[in-house]
């Protein structure tokens, strides 16, 4: 988890829980006494790639902080099917209530971990980055993008404010590669890198003329990647993109680029499936 | 879409916005002259169900009220790929900054809507209804569940506060089925149904015999739920649920329950494409 | 208190501290030192039934996490004129500071509880409910309507949201009592019954055979009523509904009606006198 | 309404409807069309001192903002039963999502209006004020402080921050009256008066001689009250307090003090009955 | 800090860090483990008076509960040039992510009280008050009007709600001086004292006669202020107001006034210099 | 103003209006009716840089929609003393309501913008950048950053999100420079630039074949800052940092860096003198 991040997760939490509990939990309060304490074991139902487990006590905890969670795996962890991730301990109605809020940033952040670590796999990290999108759940990204990390992937910008990407659009408001990145040279601040995003040779050179730090190679074919790897010749970082899948990731690393954005990593991903039982 | 929610929608679309935007678009900002005027098209790259129309268009108009959005299509259309959905005209600057949260929004509820359909799509909707639950994304379940509707599914209760569900933690702290459905008749609102969530056969006579509305047939086999089907015989909704797929609802909407839940819709859907072109 | 609800009672009271003190208590920061301690009690000066002890504390704690509180009575006690409710000790800056947002919702609550405690005592609960309306005062229902559970009365649905009540105005625009049935029973969650209110016996039978669940019987005199228990014959829950008062509730509840609605719980009872007392 | 007010209300309005609409109105969305048009009339069942028109107003426009409302009386008029207060058009669906909420505004402001009319009825308004206090509903301070107006009373300081207010426990603090006064001096912001609340008429001299702007003067008997107007002889502001009633007020009026306040305005004023009819 | 001020203080706290910190501290993240723990000193790089150290541990605390600070120095003393004001031990993520935030807390606040003590010293705070004003930086004046009386200052009204001041404009709306303050006297609460804004004698000589219990003398002359003092005679509080500086305050301050109000202290107040070292 | 930024600038108007109005005007309340209008004019009272004159209008505008304002000048204009700004027409209360809070904004960042535009003149824009730093007020950096760029400054990163330094701090954590910049690399999003804060010509070089893009010269003397761009020989921007001052900024110019940031510009810049008259 990022330094800093605390009070941003704990608004993100509050949001949730108050999303599922509104104005109560109507069946537990009807059958689980205040003063009934339980265990729970969380249960891996597939092989997981482990992300949010501090996400996921720390909504119980919302609701009551004298529960405990005993870890058997930590965020980072591959647990095998059928294994106990955590113990849980406390007052049942604060388990029962939180349990689905709980659970549902479990799951999905375990989903893009494991999602990621996917991609990964198909690619030799030494050489190439696998890196996510903006494409992510609103209202999400801090955690999903924490969940690309510990899939073994790479965050791209966090937002519109953390990285400077000239988009066509951009471009042609600005009339031109070369004067959209004079003009950001002329006006953003110097903690930026400068990335442009291209569609074909002429603009690429025209970016590392311009003076680039990144070009993106928008939906490029496999020929044309390669080229555009020998004509930057390591002055740019270059950034494959464009629906990229599991099964043409292999092929796209091969090219030498040195970073690959997979948006699928965050909007596509399912969820896993992880259940709580009760002792 | 609901009414009455948009209050609550609003909430939504602030806090995905400030996620997105933070300190500000730098690369809008320093390319983009803030009088440029702009038109673009919003074209779907697959068939889609489109669900979220009026979320995209509230998410522009919070940056730039002066943005107009004319739709060919609307919620619930089927969009074949390539066609386009709507146009957007206004301020480049509005239109650059606010087109990814605005498009991960409809994207996500699009993809949601999408697959409910094909859900929907393997069972007779006369017969049997295809629910939601909450497994959903935290923070945007009222969006996930209009998408649900969208692609003709049915919401299941929204959180813990609009319905009764007394499920095997519940069982156990009340001691039978029959001591928890007893306790709920006597706390709960009148304005709720009940459900039980049951594992066999026992548990739904039991069930039926305490006076529950419904029941829930956790994780049953075909067989057992023929046999659900017959015991009750009208006397309770019976809701199927556990692990369904495409692949399996065909033959669970067989054996006559009256609805079947499927997290998937709103865990585990994947984001269909949709793109914005400046013309 | 109902489950999960902690962080939305937080809300309330952080709202309720905002206003009261607003840039600070100036009496008290110009006479009090920061370090002086001290004890006060809290004394009933009429009999009353006590509702919201532990929102007293938790208004005090906000203040002054180190502020404790002895309970002599809890929530549901009958505290006799003239008894000790409870004793405080601690940071006299944050007792008197926050004495009188704390004592707020502590008067207003057990007023609430103690009136409808009255309106409880005037019928045989085993055999009809006192529920409580959506007649509340703006912010606080959560609490009211708590206050009422303590009251030995029973909640009606909580919001528009956690249940359905067909009016005249819905009939109206849906063409008839049956048409409005079907289109709920098409629309909305399962998990919700449907209540119908009708003005006369024609509508009773109107809502029965459409397969409503309750009847709201709308300002009808205690001969209808009678009449519209016999029809209904169990078929449906009854509730009697408008302009219920102490003197009417008793012949009221003789009609045989499952439940009696009473606005007056928590838009009209007036706040029991509570004070607080430094030693 | 106070100048500047209005993001303040806001605020409370937003609170108000997401408390009563949550996930959204079940209801009226299986059985209002959303281009249904309608019109309503609100209707005085009872004689009230309208209070809280513009309020109700608000409400339904941030659900709808093309609902129109036409005033027939306005805030500060009597209403004789049965006379028509207002016409509402527009969306059925914002009417009736809405209306509620609207109502308990309404109702709740305009009952403390009216309550206060009858106090102030009682009293000479050239000779006396009735003022409010802080016993007001956590929440919704400013709006009752303005019904108060509207009844004819007078505010007292809105909370811990405009008025200062010295108590038995303050002195208790201090050392002595003499020494919370000059302690006070020392410290406050010259812009607030000095009232001191005292028991006795030794009290009352100390608090004259330390320099106090205004007494209070607590539970005192009406011969006490006389005397302590006969020893201020107009150097103090004099406010009497303490279990006002409808019966006592007259006679305290008359012993001569400046102002009367009255915790039963905010606490313990009935709501009146107002309704909403759609044509 | 005053009573009652906590939560308050808390949502400021919330506000700056999330200004800073956003998506969290990338560099603190990449380089700094989890785990590490440090120690780190606050030095005074001139002289200062102090004032904010309690804010500044807050903020650190708010991003790690168990970071400790031992105070050298507190609020009110005056720190030498060069020497420890604490020591801060506790996680390095959390020391570094919020050490800037705190710093510019503490930086500010002691700014404006150092600059306070300025002006105090130039006067005889037995003879007259130097008070701020409302031109104080959007946001944090409750912490600005604290530095004020930790530099020897008093506070003004805290803002348009606790204080009357009746301008020009008010002046000219009502009429009169003698319209305005009647005017106030039939509408405010009782609690505020009713200042006059004025700009000659004649002013002054109608306030006075008005009922006035304050009067600010704008932007008059020494002569003027003088002539003023012997007009009032101590029927009224006097504050001098307009233009004031370090060189002329003294010269006012002879003339007699009871107040001198500087709104330099708080909108031009320089940020002193204190750094944090780590060990 | 930066594109996508209004929703924060929206955030940040209505916590300075909650502020200074809390509970309501009271002076304007009772002495300005409702319906009275006006015209007022803004007029500078000292050569000032314009900055912040939407925000002037926004703040009126969200106490009262329909005041305009007609601009004279808009940000960025240099307004001699005497010249009037702009005229404000519409509602006396909003005027009078929102004055002081809308100047405090608009004295401040014009305040601000005017210092930087000294500290740019005295040197030669289009070879040395002045650049901001954090050193800003808690809650305005974004207004404070924009009002920097009005005066011909640039802003470095916003916030410790946006930008990467590593200072002596982060060095010590990672063991070295070298360390700590690979560190990075293997972390943090390609989007960011890397700026490493060395002390001497030492940590110059290692940050130079650490591949550093960046290096901030912290408070050398102009003989080491000479050294230091004689030895980058534009391998790295060299930003100069530390105590910079109007009287030492030339010389610093003169070595030959590329920008100096300095922090005075947000934390001590005084706020100019702009006063609104009611005509």
Redesign the interface.
């Known amino acids: 988890?990022?330094?800093?991040?605390?009070?941003?997760i704990d608004r993100?939490i509050?949001?949730?829980?108050?999303?599922?509990?509104?104005?109560?939990?109507?069946?537990?309060?009807?059958?689980?006494?205040?003063s009934?304490k339980?265990e729970a074991r969380l249960l891996a139902k597939e092989e997981i790639l482990l992300a949010g487990i501090e996400i996921f006590s720390r909504v119980l905890n919302?609701?009551d902080p004298e529960i405990t969670v005993d870890y058997t795996y930590h965020d980072g962890d591959i647990v095998p099917s059928g294994r106990e991730i955590c113990t849980v301990r406390g007052s049942?109605?604060?388990i029962?209530?939180?349990e689905?809020?709980a659970?549902?940033?479990l799951?999905?952040l375990s989903?893009i971990a494991t999602l990621t670590r996917l991609y990964v796999a198909k690619t030799n990290p030494a050489k190439v980055?696998i890196?996510d999108t903006?494409?992510?759940?609103?209202?999400?990204?801090?955690l999903e993008?924490y969940a690309v990390r510990i899939g073994g992937g790479?965050?791209?910008?966090?937002?519109?404010?953390?990285?400077?990407?000239?988009?066509?659009?951009?471009?042609?408001?600005?009339g031109s590669i070369s004067k959209?990145v004079a003009?950001?040279n002329?006006?953003?601040?110097?903690?930026?890198?400068i990335?442009v995003e291209v569609e074909d040779v002429e603009g690429l050179k025209e970016a590392i003329n311009a003076g680039a730090?990144?070009v993106l190679l928008d939906n490029m074919s496999l020929e044309e990647m390669r080229n555009a790897v020998s004509i930057a010749g390591g002055r740019v970082?270059l950034?494959a993109s464009g629906g990229v899948t599991l099964e043409s990731i292999e092929e796209i690393a091969k090219t030498g680029v040195?970073?690959i954005s997979v948006?699928?990593l965050t909007?596509?991903a399912?969820?896993v499936d992880i259940s709580l039982e009760?002792i």
């Open positions: 988890m990022k330094a800093g991040i605390l009070p941003l993100i509050e949001c949730a829980l108050e999303e599922d509990l509104g104005a109560g939990d109507v069946t537990t309060s009807a059958t689980v006494d205040p009934t339980g919302r609701l049942m109605r604060g029962l209530s939180g689905r809020t659970l549902n940033f799951q999905h989903g980055r890196v903006r494409k992510t759940t609103p209202g999400l990204r801090v993008k790479f965050n791209h910008r966090f937002g519109l404010f953390d990285g400077i990407l000239i988009k066509d659009n951009h471009i042609v408001a600005a959209a003009k950001v002329a006006n953003a601040p110097h903690t930026l890198r990335e730090d990144a970082i950034e040195d970073m948006g699928a909007h596509s399912r969820s009760v």
